[in-house]
């Protein structure tokens, strides 16, 4: 709620109070107390027949502010006993919502009377993505007003709801399309003089069910399921089975001490940093100078995707449905028909979730999606994504034929995992167009864009695709030019200690298990089987890893002068790709089946490996499992840090919660590192490493021991402690 349009009274003549705060920072305690003033004295002036609240400049409310919870000095009037105070009041209290009503925004609105929407606006309790429940009385008024499955829903997920959805589930009395704020005056001066008792949700009781019990448990087992290790989904629903089985005073306790168990939990501390996280990185900063507030985007109006396997279908499908024009562009008619029909399918099937929007997508229209094999379509498009294979050669071949088509001041973008951008920049007359966007299987469901600089890139082509992320509802991580980046490059060493794991005794599904229980989706094993494990041999083969490449005579264990693991090798060359072929570190009902149960073929290559190299199992506990995979990434990611690569820890944990499957109720790997305490995370590498010391990634990096000298210091400091960053753009 906002200064100046805060508070209305209706009824004998419009009235105003003035003094609320800035909506979208959240309800501050100015807000509050004008709030709780201006109410007061509507009940007391009998000239004043009926409130109206509404926000300023569109907006109702985006709820609390967040940065409070984590506030110590938390003091003045309780969002809550304003709630109260409406529903009390002698005088009917008519919401207006436009914009958003979210959280204590929307608990505001349950304490008033009448609700009126705006059809644009959106409404939501996203309490639970931030680790709390709506803890001013909205677990406890929401299922009275719209029954337990439809609140529970929203509680459980978060979701925003449209304002039809909000109509048609009895949240809202009325939808306007013109102006909110008359329509509830309006609504306001036709009820003045009507009973006030039904409207006060309070004293509603909770819509019965047939089986409340039964449906709570179900639906606490399902909140369990999907969000695993997750505590808010949990307790929103004991919050909610306390409005179904307490007097509403009861209930109203009951949620506030769940949500005190919320507030003090590490969780909501994890996802509130999230929340910020992934704001702060839209504010990109590059080495040399260059950043957000300086540079402004090209217009993106057009794009083409050349490459239409399983990246390009999604690349082309998320650019459909953010409504930029495409040319998807194949070698030859073959590969053009398959693809054409993949992406149709992709396109019908969004359009289907997507519902009364499906028409907008328009994708048989080919102004908006056109397939072709001739280059010379991309003559005027602001924008290429090349998403072919990982093959240096072919993307240098595609670059240079951009670079003499495309028209000068087009983004040239390269949908890479690992490979140099520069290198293939150099192919090019005009490297600073030239970037890597790594996006993420499926590319039109993942959130994550890894936007790649090169070293001649223009600080416009860095906005430009951060335009490009925002425009495709991604959230997009600005970062620098190295084998891997930041997401892969972290990714590596887990991986590998996983694999080393079981050269000493572990069993893949052991590793996995430890990995799950953490609060990864899927553990390193799956997560491989999935991906497909010819894709990294393929790589490795690339690097001179293995294949025919190594030099005769290069112990099985060793590489480059480094202790190596030929297992995942092994693997490839009997015919064990992963899902794909139906058997990896697991085994699957078929070829492309996704049920993975350990297979004791698996078990018995490794016995019969370790046999072959003299090692003797032993038992690995789960500690050591978690601290050698966790702290090797977190370990790399320290020394992206310290090597400039990306601009603080935020990026490096924006990018694992939103590409990697982290659990984003720990906050990132740099996060978790900051709560385990640096001295604990350096004292157990140093522990592995002297107990290992030829297994790489174990090693601490340069900066966690600085860090640690340092004395700890706090996340946001850490950047500070780095003496000089590498000049990368
Ligand atoms: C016993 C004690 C009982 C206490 C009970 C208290 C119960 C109430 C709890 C709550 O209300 S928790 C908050 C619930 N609200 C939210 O979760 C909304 C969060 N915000 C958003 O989802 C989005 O910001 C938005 C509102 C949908 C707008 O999205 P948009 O993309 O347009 O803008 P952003 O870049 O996200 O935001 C702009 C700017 O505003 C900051 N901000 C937004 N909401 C809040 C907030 N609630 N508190 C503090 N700050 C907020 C956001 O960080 C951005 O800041 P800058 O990055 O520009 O600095």
Not at 296 to 309: K, N
Not at 335 to 360: C, I, P, T
Not at 452 to 459: A, F
Not at 689 to 701: E, K, N
Request: glycine share 10%; proline share 6%; aromatic share 6%.
């Amino acid at each position: 709620m906002r200064r100046g349009r805060g508070l209305h009274a209706a009824g004998a003549g419009p009235e105003r109070y003035q003094g609320y705060g800035r909506g979208l920072r959240g309800i501050s305690l100015a807000v509050l107390q004008a709030l709780e003033d201006g109410l007061e004295k509507a009940d007391a002036d009998p000239s004043v027949k009926a409130v109206m609240i509404c926000g300023e400049n569109g907006k109702f409310s985006a709820g609390a502010d967040i940065r409070g919870f984590s506030s110590p000095n938390r003091q003045g009037p309780s969002l809550a006993a304003l709630v109260s105070l409406i529903e009390s009041s002698k005088k009917p209290v008519v919401a207006a919502i436009e914009g958003i009503a979210l959280g204590g925004g929307l608990e505001v609105a349950l304490g008033c009377h009448y609700r009126v929407a705006h059809v644009k606006a959106r409404m939501g309790l996203p309490e639970v993505t931030l680790g709390l429940l709506p803890g001013a009385e909205g677990t406890q008024r929401l299922p009275r007003l719209i029954g337990v499955p439809a609140a529970l829903d929203m509680i459980t997920t978060g979701k925003h709801i449209s304002a039809h959805e909000a109509l048609k589930l009895g949240l809202v009395d009325e939808v306007v399309e013109a102006n909110t704020v008359e329509a509830a005056m309006h609504l306001a001066n036709q009820v003045i003089g009507q009973p006030l008792g039904p409207r006060r949700l309070s004293l509603r009781p909770v819509p019965p069910l047939p089986d409340t019990d039964g449906f709570l448990r179900a639906a606490r087992l399902r909140v369990r399921e999907r969000a695993r290790g997750c505590l808010a989904p949990e307790l929103c629903v004991q919050a909610v089975r306390a409005a179904t089985e307490l007097p509403f005073s009861a209930g109203v306790r009951r949620e506030r001490e769940l949500f005190v168990e919320l507030l003090s939990s590490g969780q909501a501390r994890a996802l509130q940093y999230a929340f910020f996280a992934e704001r702060a990185v839209r504010r990109w900063s590059a080495p040399g100078g260059a950043a957000s507030h300086g540079a402004a985007p090209r217009p993106l109006r057009s794009a083409a995707v050349i490459g239409l396997g399983t990246m390009g279908r999604g690349i082309v499908t998320c650019l459909v449905k953010a409504n930029i024009p495409v040319v998807a562009l194949e070698q030859n008619l073959e590969y053009l028909n398959v693809g054409r029909k993949a992406v149709m399918l992709l396109l019908e099937r969004e359009a289907k979730k997507m519902e009364q929007d499906a028409q907008a997508l328009d994708f048989h229209n080919p102004a908006r999606l056109q397939f072709t094999v001739d280059f010379d379509l991309l003559r005027d498009v602001d924008l290429v994504i090349e998403a072919v294979f990982e093959d240096m050669a072919l993307k240098k071949e595609i670059f240079h034929k951009l670079s003499r088509i495309c028209k000068p001041e087009a983004l040239l973008c390269t949908n890479t995992s690992a490979l140099d951008i520069d290198e293939i920049a150099s192919a090019t007359s005009r490297p600073e167009q030239v970037i890597g966007t790594h996006f993420f299987s499926p590319a039109h469901v993942m959130r994550l864009l890894e936007i790649i600089y090169g070293r001649h890139t223009s600080p416009t082509a860095i906005a430009t695709a951060m335009q490009l992320a925002r425009a495709l509802r991604k959230v997009g991580v600005v970062v620098g030019n190295c084998f891997g980046f930041v997401g892969n490059r972290m990714m590596f060493p887990y991986v590998e200690q996983a694999v080393f794991l079981l050269e000493e005794g572990s069993r893949p599904e052991e590793v996995d298990q430890v990995l799950e229980d953490f609060g990864f989706k899927i553990g390193p094993f799956r997560m491989s089987d999935l991906a497909g494990l010819d894709v990294g041999w393929r790589s490795r083969q690339g690097q001179g890893l293995t294949g025919p490449s190594v030099p005769a005579g290069t112990p099985a264990r060793q590489r480059l002068g480094r202790r190596y693991s030929p297992l995942p090798d092994l693997l490839c060359e009997s015919g064990r790709f992963g899902q794909k072929s139906g058997t990896g570190w697991y085994r699957y009902e078929r070829a492309g089946g996704r049920t993975a149960t350990p297979d004791p073929g698996v078990h018995s290559l490794l016995a019969q490996y370790r046999h072959t190299h003299g090692i003797r199992p032993r038992h690995i506990d789960q500690e050591e499992i978690l601290e050698r995979c966790l702290f090797a990434l977190i370990n790399e990611g320290f020394a992206i840090l310290a090597e400039g690569i990306a601009a603080g820890p935020e990026h490096l944990d924006v990018i694992y919660i939103n590409g990697y499957g982290w659990p984003r109720h720990r906050g990132g790997p740099m996060f978790y590192a900051a709560t385990v305490g640096l001295p604990r995370v350096l004292a157990r590498l140093q522990h592995h490493s002297q107990a290992h010391p030829d297994v790489p990634g174990l090693r601490p990096s340069a900066f966690l021991e600085k860090l640690v000298a340092m004395g700890n210091p706090p996340l946001k400091e850490w950047m500070s402690y780095l003496s000089q960053q590498s000049p990368r753009l």
